[in-house]
């Protein structure tokens, strides 16, 4: 991305992560102009996250030569559970408590437009924009990575839920036969069998109890991919590792289609890579546990990337200035 | 309900049932000006329902001196899936196959506004206009009965689902340990334990598997009441019966949390008038199972009884008319 000017109205779509922050200029209709990242300075209680991310976004109106006044608007995506009026009730990986961030951004950026939402809903909204689920009329996201985001989209808009917890299907009470807590402190959340972390603790779990050959014995350590390329190589062990989280995964799918029943569903993150190898196991068992209205819903890989919050986080602010 | 007249701009509100059609007639702000009701009429596939119902309709405009201006649309609960657009796919308690309900409505009523819904969505939407969940901006509502009826609503809007499903939560598959099929044909939903039919099964089941002694022994044959009641007067193993269903159904709200987040939960049906011996079950038990952020959401026992249907009739057609 080369250019030296942006011309028209722009929306700034920022996906604040535990270490950096993803920033990205759009055009109203959501063209991806330019983007780039800072770190995220987490020291004291991340209190100057916000004013890195003001500075820099100068630093960017200035480079390209934007008017403040041609900006319509700065969309969040944060990690952790945000209410719809943009407060953050707190952020471990940003060190951040009670946070205002929609309000802190108009104070800090002179006025502009700000709206925020939790980084697994906002990138649910930037793939029904512009990936996966574009054109479609209501939408759910998972992205399985070290737990389970999750974001969901009804008539167009993000549920945020009445306690910012819309979308948080990682921690449904679903998964039987475990001891272990999850990271919230219950014991049986979707995510601990069908996150990348509960695949390897799964496959851990096969590996101690049977005696039963697998390629992953002779792995030191090893990743929720290495368990999926595993099983598409024949290994029995990880197949059937591979098969008891994807089962999961489809369960959570159809106790969500009781819920909202919506369109299509968006696989994300890395484990999604794998493609249709690992789909069609999720498709499967979702065929056969979901109630017959809902049973062709489709089940497609994400379209975004790591761009998806950055996407989200722009028509997240653009929604606001609608409403 | 004493009148001769009745002025001003007017609502109907109709719940189709499998045995009687209830008709009630709203002012525009939702207050219940009369009621009454008609047979179904389910001979020949259900054909005579939607004009005996526009028959009705004009015997009460005569009757009450209503100006067919005046009449901002005719709103109806049936039970079956319905999609956004009033098109009905099936309904076995009416004979119905494919009925455009809202199309043949306006048709049948001289053009008048015509709006429809499944029945408990609409139901649920009618606690949350004027009974329990009145003042809330989101909620779900379920109504256990012989089936378990479901509701939800975002953003003071009832989420239709993409093929008519949304609110579909007696079909969603959580319940282990089943051999005999629901009756959508899958096994483990969540009414076969916690419907008012899924609590006579587990008594049953219990009483035959153990020697255990319960007043439930004494009757020939007993209803979900008998069972709540013999639970409240000490019966340890109509109590267990009770605990065991309880549980199931706040799994299904917690499950319900985490896609959703509604500000409270609404308990209808026959059962539910048990009240709080009932509810506190259902309540323990769903601060267990659900998100941190979500467990304190109220749950609550619906207000408007039968009449809830009505309501919610009245107020999609006027939802309908603002849209």
Chains 1, 2 share one sequence.
């Not at 945020?160 to 449904?172: D, P, R, S, T």
Request: net charge negative; charged share 20%; aromatic share 6%.
């Amino acid at each position: 991305m080369t250019m030296t000017r942006i011309d028209g109205k722009t929306v700034f779509g920022i996906d604040v992560g535990g270490t950096t922050v993803k920033c990205g200029i759009f055009s109203k209709e959501g063209e991806l102009l330019y983007k780039d990242e800072i770190p995220t300075r987490t020291q004291e209680k991340g209190r100057f996250i916000l004013g890195d991310i003001s500075r820099h976004i100068e630093e960017l109106e200035k480079k390209f030569s934007i008017d403040r006044g041609d900006v319509l608007g700065i969309g969040y995506g944060v990690p952790g559970p945000v209410q719809e009026d943009g407060v953050v009730n707190g952020c471990v990986n940003l060190g951040w408590g009670k946070v205002a961030v929609a309000e802190e951004s108009r104070k800090l950026n002179g006025g502009i437009a700000s709206a925020a939402g939790n980084d697994a809903n906002v990138a649910a909204l930037g793939e029904f924009w512009k990936g996966a689920g574009k054109g479609s009329g209501s939408m759910l996201m998972i992205t399985v990575g070290t737990g389970l985001g999750c974001g969901v989209i009804v008539n167009g808009r993000v549920v945020f839920g009445a306690h910012g917890a819309g979308g948080e299907l990682g921690h449904i009470p679903l998964v039987t036969g475990l001891t272990e807590p999850c990271n919230c402190g219950k014991t049986g959340c979707l995510e601990q069998a069908a996150s990348a972390t509960g695949i390897i603790r799964a496959a851990q779990r096969k590996l101690r109890q049977s005696d039963a050959p697998s390629t992953l014995r002779s792995l030191d350590h090893f990743m929720a991919r290495d368990v999926v390329d595993a099983a598409r190589n024949g290994d029995a062990l990880a197949d059937e590792v591979l098969n008891y989280s994807c089962r999961y995964l489809a369960q959570g799918l159809a106790v969500a289609a009781g819920v909202v029943d919506p369109e299509m569903y968006v696989i994300g993150g890395g484990v999604s890579k794998a493609g249709d190898f690992y789909l069609d196991k999720i498709r499967a068992a979702y065929r056969e546990l979901a109630f017959y209205a809902s049973r062709d819903a489709k089940i497609v890989q994400a379209a975004l990337g790591n761009d998806a919050g950055m996407y989200g986080a722009a028509r997240l602010v653009l929604d606001s200035l609608e409403a």
